[in-house]
């Protein structure tokens, strides 16, 4: 048997995010399916906002996320 699928890590990029020493602050997503598409559109409908670059996300209820520039 063939399988095949694509898992999506995200840890948020917000400033809040950024600055902290604690890993339970931190928040983080895992998501899974056929391709990146698939795993995007899972994560986008549970809150989380993704860069176009597919570079920077932050978390739902968080702020924008920061661009390191």
Do not use: Q
């Not at 986008?44 to 860069?51: A, F």
């Amino acid at each position: 048997m063939i399988t095949g699928g694509y898992t999506l890590d995200l840890i948020c990029d917000c400033e809040k995010c950024k600055v902290s020493t604690y890993s339970h602050e931190i928040k983080t997503g895992e998501f899974t399916g056929e391709n990146y598409a698939e795993c995007a559109r899972i994560a986008k409908n549970n809150g989380w906002k993704l860069s176009r670059d597919r570079l920077y996300c932050s978390a739902p209820g968080h702020s924008k996320f920061e661009r390191d520039d």
